[in-house]
């Protein structure tokens, strides 16, 4: 069986996937990374045993390939996203879920230029880039320093560059399904289980309202990743454009989601 490292990108439809991947494997196969304590999940899982590390299905979380020096061969796993709606969707996520580390700072800062200043000191700009390229160990060890995307940008996209040809398995949001067929045919998967959209953020239109100003801004301080994406997509490395998927399987099972979909929609749930 694979040991899958589920590298999760904030913002990139990561939970949702999560709890696919309990349902196929079982919570208790699963070993999640505690985005509120890193570091504390980090040093439980080193202090396990080799053979019951080995026993887990699934590693998944934020900052979870550092602990891929803990693993054996890891089938390694990401999911990626359009870099303004991400660096948006994190926004809104950080000033208004109970659950975000952030929410006290960001809740009150008083423009989406101000979020943006914050972004950068805090390391939730170029996210694509910074969790890629494996600069973000401060997740798992506070005291190393966020790099600088203005001294070290070009860098850290270099290596990002070279690590999304190491990955076993990428796709991006906008694929989501189709990407969750593909990945359940690659991992031999006896089903797909039932699934709809977790952990949406609520009023991710921010870009709406957003002046020409924010909007010339983002495309500066984003540039690292938009060029990341950019290389993502025209290097065809979304594994969905080269996989032969297209049947009646695949046609039921994104026909069955559109209607899931649309149901937790109507009914309020994302």
Known sequence: MKQILFNHIPKTGGTTLRIILNKVYGNNNVFFINSKDIPASYKKFKSLSTDVRNGYSVISGHGSEFFSVLMA??????????????????????????????????????????????????????????????????????????????????????????????????????NFDAGIYCLSKNLGWKSIPNYRPSNVTIKDSTMAILTDADTHRLNKVLSWDIELYEYFKNNALDSTVSASHKGIGYNLIIWKQRLINLLARVMGKR
Request: negative net charge; contains cysteine.
């Open 73 to 174: 061969t890891p089938f390694r796993i990401c999911l990626l996203r359009e870099p303004k709606s991400l660096f948006i969707s994190q926004y809104n996520y950080l000033r208004q879920s109970k659950n975000s580390n952030f929410l006290n700072e960001v809740s009150t800062l008083n423009s989406f230029d101000e979020y943006i200043d914050y972004a950068i000191k805090s390391g939730q700009d170029n996210l694509l880039t910074r969790y890629l390229s494996k600069s973000n160990s401060w997740l798992v060890h506070p005291q190393d320093a966020i790099p600088s995307m203005e001294n070290e940008g070009d860098g850290l996209l270099d290596a990002a560059k070279k690590e999304l040809h190491g990955y076993d398995f990428l796709t991006d949001l906008e």
